[in-house]
Nanobody, 125 residues
Framework: QVQLRESGGGLVQAGGALRLLCVFP????????VAWFRQAPGKEREFVAG????????SYSDSVKGRFTISRNNAKNITDLQMDSLKPEDTAVYYC??????????????????WGPGTQVTVSS
């Protein structure tokens, strides 16, 4: 079974920064898109950022564009999400996901087959 694993969550004040890491099995997910989603209490899971298998295409949600940066290192089997200028509304459980999407960067959870257990990010005002 393919397992992803997130780390780097925590508590930070508004305006601060956090970096999330996702470790994934490289040989299995070499051709997969990797994405970050988040889910706040009482809300649906939403797309945050995605990166293609070779890292040459990236997509962000409008709510994080300009503040978050996704990157990928296939040699180390990791992807990370640098989160700057954090806001209280960024508070959520953040999930790493991978999917074989044939060249697209979908923003819906149904397109992703593999998920990590999530890591909590809390931004205080």
């Amino acid at each position: 079974q393919v397992q992803l694993r997130e780390s780097g969550g925590g508590l930070v004040q508004a305006g601060g920064a956090l970096r999330l890491l996702c470790v994934f099995p490289g040989s299995t997910l070499e051709y997969h898109v990797v994405a970050w989603f988040r889910q706040a209490p009482g809300k649906e899971r939403e797309f945050v950022a995605g990166i293609s298998s070779r890292g040459d295409r990236i997509s962000y949600s409008d709510s994080v564009k300009g503040r978050f940066t996704i990157s990928r290192n296939n040699a180390k089997n990791i992807t990370d999400l640098q989160m700057d200028s954090l806001k209280p509304e960024d508070t959520a459980v953040y999930y790493c996901a991978a999917g074989l999407t044939y060249g697209t960067l979908p923003q819906t959870t149904i397109n992703y087959s593999y998920w990590g257990p999530g890591t909590q990010v809390t931004v205080s005002s």
